[in-house]
């Protein structure tokens, strides 16, 4: 009996040594992709701004998208509880508050329903429920004026709030 119990925790010690192996050789990797598709991200919400400063307010982390030294805007990182996961997101929006793009950068919703939050139709270029708060003031978001997407109604309001609450908090703080 005790000789099985050893062969099992050698089993488990090479399996987590491999394991932690594997992880310190990735590690620097999967951050610099998450960074990627962040800067990626950051010039899908503002195509124009030729410089993104980096700054903080309150131990949070946002950008200012700027052309020629000219202020575009903000973009702020956004987390939210969905359905089945933590929904994260850049939302971009002018000085006003009036929204210029969302961009999720992660969501694990349920597939097919709350992962169209992030559903690109064919023929367009943008997820079609994030294109919906284009152009419209953080401030009057609610789902009078944002379609919710059909039997994902926890996912729709979400990111509604999340993104209400959010610009709606940073403006507050900034000014």
Known sequence: MI???????????????????????????IEAQGASEEQNALHKIYPEASDFDTEKLQEKTYYMAKQDNKLLGYIIKAETQ??????????????????????ILFQAETPGLGAKISEVISGENKPWFLAQFQGKQAKDLDLKNIQAITG????????????????????????
């Open 3 to 29: 000789r099985y119990g050893l062969i099992l925790l050698l089993i488990c010690f090479c399996a987590s040594l491999v394991l932690s192996v594997t992880y310190k050789f990735t590690h620097n990797r």
């Open 82 to 103: 969905g359905y089945s996961s933590v929904i994260t997101m850049l939302v971009g929006f002018n000085p006003k508050g009036e929204i210029k793009g969302i961009e």
């Open 152 to 175: 994902a109604t926890i996912s729709s309001r979400a990111v509604l709030d999340g993104v209400k609450k959010s610009v709606s908090d940073f403006l507050t703080q900034i000014k």
